[in-house]
């Protein structure tokens, strides 16, 4: 006899359906256009509303097939103004993904690389709280709801002020991620979900003083976020936070801030900056004590924390006709990266995995142009190094060379798209087509591949690549998005 798993996958696509057309007819009815006599008056004048509701689904191409994600979101974008000078945004999502009810979580979520094994027999509480249909403990997180931004805006004759909830973008190179360091990344998807969706908002205070030409844009940020790797054991896991890593605590002493200032020069938009910040990835001060001798393993300390950063950097955009080019570029100082091992020499007996203090550059160009009717965008990104030690497990150098392309047919409704990502070091791709289609101006399909192409690499620190560690994580995906 069949479980009622096995039942659901067999009929997956009447459940599916079921599910869609369930969600799609009550925001067809809800976000339905107001007729003329439904024209708000009074209060309800002065609030405005968009989003959209979206079924994603994703299905592995190689051996397991099987679809990795059966997520719906619905996101809203709401505007309530008091007066010309203060409105108020809330943007609420929300999202459930019913693809680790349908599936084995081993099917889902498979071992990609090498993983610690470890030969203690558990106890009873261990066996007792063990789920059989999770053997190796895969944290699953397939539903979220939340604010992605909520803010209030104040407009005086000189001075915007933006208080609460808010994602901050400074860079200018699309994707380049050199300058657009307020908030850190969640990787629950690796890099597939679009830009937007994978920064975490965070409470702060954004100012901006207008001086004439000048503009001069500062930051405060007492709300404290750091990069979200993906769930534990899951799909797309490819570091974790260390256990017992030191996290400094969200106040105003330990607050992020940043100042920005830019200005329209010979035709150009430039800017400056200046981000002092938390690292989003901690340091993890590894230290060996000891050579140890036969069957006898050496001492291991780990004390991981988070460190302090500073980022001076600057951007330009400038418009030649129907080409745009644009280029940022960041000095990052006293960043800490891990060594592969060292010796410390007050104790030769001591070795360490430990951290060595460096300056690193990093920097962007751009171009954007239309050829043939088509939408072209081409960037190189660069990361270097300075005072390199040969010890250090990062590269000296890693650049990434980037391709996107976009033609819209048949008077916009049908939309084909290319993004190709290369990184040269670890010679592997990110090669992502897509077809977009808009049944009417409120429905649209998409049916899209994301394939990762290149190598796993070895299982020691450093030797994995970006991309091709998910080589066998390839997928197809297709959207179906109702705006409203």
């Known amino acids: 006899m069949k479980s009622l798993r096995d039942r659901l996958q067999l009929n997956y696509f009447v459940f599916y359906l079921l599910i869609f057309n369930f969600h799609f007819s009550l925001f067809t009815f809800f976000a339905r256009p107001l007729a003329a006599e439904e024209t708000p008056s009074g209060a309800l004048s002065h609030f405005s509303y968009s989003g959209y509701f979206r079924q994603e689904t994703a299905m592995r191409i190689y051996n397991p097939v099987v679809f990795t994600k059966i997520m719906s979101v619905l996101r809203i974008e709401a505007h309530y103004t008091f007066s010309p000078k203060f409105q108020l945004t809330v943007i609420p999502w929300v999202y459930y993904d019913i693809a680790p009810d349908l599936a084995q979580i081993d099917s889902l979520s498979r071992i990609i690389g090498p993983r610690t094994v470890l030969t203690d027999s558990p106890s009873v509480p261990q066996i007792a709280g063990t789920d059989v249909g999770n053997l190796r403990g895969v944290d699953i997180e397939n539903k979220n709801a939340e604010f992605r ?48 969706d994978r920064y975490l908002p965070r409470w702060m205070v954004k100012s901006d003083l207008y001086l004439g030409e000048w503009a001069l844009e500062g930051l405060y940020i007492p709300d404290l976020k750091f990069h979200k ?39 150009a938009d430039l800017a400056v900056s200046y981000y002092y910040m938390w690292d989003p990835f901690p340091a993890s001060y590894r230290s060996v004590f000891g050579l140890g001798g036969f069957g006898v393993s050496p001492d291991v300390v780990f004390q991981p924390r988070y460190t302090k950063v500073r980022v001076y950097g600057g951007t ?52 954007d ?25 990062q590269r000296e150098y890693d650049t990434v060379l980037s391709l996107f392309a976009r033609k819209p047919l048949r008077n916009d409704r049908l939309v084909p798209s290319i993004l190709v990502l290369y990184f040269l070091v670890d010679n592997d791709y990110l090669v992502r087509p897509k077809i977009e289609y808009g049944l009417t101006d409120r429905f649209k399909l998409s049916f899209g591949l994301d394939l990762m192409v290149g190598d796993i690499g070895g299982p020691m620190p450093g030797e994995f690549t970006f991309v091709g560690f998910f080589k066998n994580e390839s997928r197809m995906e297709f959207d179906l998005t109702y705006s409203f």
Not at 153 to 168: K, T, Y
Not at 322 to 337: H, P, Q, S, T
Not at 374 to 382: F, V
């Open 316 to 367: 330009l955009s400038k418009s030649f006709g129907k080409l745009i080019l644009n280029a940022e570029g960041a000095l990052v100082r006293d960043k800490y990266f891990g060594t592969l091992l060292g010796v410390d020499p007050a104790d030769p007996a001591q070795f360490f995995y430990g951290e060595i203090k460096r300056n690193y550059l990093k920097y962007a160009v751009g171009a």
């Open 369 to 393: 142009f239309t050829l043939y009717s088509a939408d072209i965008s081409l960037s190189m990104q660069q990361q270097k190094i300075l005072n390199y030690d040969p010890n250090i497990i």
């Open 149 to 196: 931004e909520l803010y209030l805006d104040a407009h005086f004759s000189a001075l915007d002020l933006r208080l609460g909830r808010q994602i901050v973008r400074w860079g200018v190179v699309e994707g380049a991620r050199i300058l657009d360091e307020i908030n850190p990344l969640d990787f629950k998807e690796f890099i597939l979900r679009e830009v937007a």
């Open 229 to 267: 790797p993906a769930p534990k054991a899951s799909q797309f896991e490819q570091f974790q936070i260390l256990p017992g890593t030191t996290v400094p605590k969200s106040n105003l002493e330990n607050a992020d801030w940043g100042i920005r200032l830019s200005k329209p020069l010979f035709g």
